[in-house]
């Protein structure tokens, strides 16, 4: 939620007109963005195109959207972190999961896990690749940075709103508690912040399937 929220205050500051799916619960139900699934990616393009100004996010797959028309803040992760994460959100915080499912995530374990679900998160971060990165309407941001330098990341990632510098520094310092590992809380939405988790939780053999598969995403990404 992070995101959202820096999102939320910057776009405040700019006077821009912010459309999110954290904003369900608004009163004014114009600026509520359906997040979407795999199978509704036509339906949510429709919607983004439908907007004409302000500033929509966060998406959180990737939809494949006229790049020349917006300017796109791009923020990844290192997918082997990514999946980690996953494993632990699904199976202990993330809302929406019965718990039979739940139940049944956890009796295969977290190996299992990331890789059943590596084809869906390759097949995200191929697109992020192919139709995102190097495209100079996309500014790339990394959830490393934010955590192990996240003054320089944050003016990152508020460029677009052209916010003043004391308006930049006074978000950055109210905010910045939120990825100190210091605060990290086990079965909690921020269980773990520091980067390079999955080293912690996976088996070196899964580690070694996840390296061949992403190989090349890992690469481009400076993962490697």
Same mark, same amino acid.
């Given at each position: ?19 999110? /799916? ?8 114009? $600026? ?6 795999? @199978?509704?990616?036509?339906?949510? $393009? ?15 797959? /990737?939809?494949?959207?006229?790049? !020349?028309?917006?300017?796109? @803040? ?24 019965? *718990?039979?499912?739940? &139940?049944?995530? $956890? ?11 590596? !084809? ?6 191929? *697109? ?10 996309? @500014?790339?941001?990394?959830?490393? &940075?934010?955590?192990?330098?996240? !003054? ?20 950055? *310092?109210? $905010?910045?508690?939120?990825? &100190? /590992? ?21 088996? /070196?053999?899964?580690? &070694?399937?996840?390296?061949? *598969? ?11």
């Amino acid at each position: 939620m992070l995101l959202h929220r820096i999102t939320l205050e910057a776009c405040a500051l700019a006077q821009l007109k912010y459309y999110s /799916p954290n904003n369900k619960e608004l009163s004014d139900s114009l $600026l509520y963005f359906q997040d979407f699934k795999v @199978n509704c990616c036509q339906s949510a $393009l429709a919607d983004f195109n439908y907007i004409d100004t302000g500033c929509i996010g966060p998406i959180r797959r /990737p939809l494949e959207i006229d790049l !020349d028309s917006c300017f796109v @803040n791009l923020h990844l992760r290192d997918p082997r972190d990514g999946l980690n994460s996953m494993f632990f959100s699904w199976t202990k915080t993330h809302g929406g999961i019965k *718990k039979s499912i739940r &139940d049944e995530w $956890l009796s295969w374990g977290i190996d299992k896990f990331v890789i059943s679900f590596s !084809d869906d998160y390759f097949e995200r971060y191929e *697109k992020y690749l192919n139709h995102f990165i190097g495209h100079p309407g996309v @500014n790339l941001l990394k959830y490393e &940075d934010m955590v192990d330098n996240f !003054d320089s990341w944050f003016t990152s990632f508020v460029q677009p709103f052209q916010l003043s510098s004391e308006d930049i520094n006074g978000l950055s *310092k109210q $905010l910045s508690d939120q990825v &100190d /590992p210091k605060n990290a809380k086990p079965n909690t939405h921020i269980r773990k912040i520091t980067p390079g988790d999955f080293r912690n939780n996976l088996k /070196p053999e899964t580690i &070694d399937t996840l390296n061949q *598969k992403f190989g090349h995403i890992l690469s481009a990404l400076d993962y490697l």
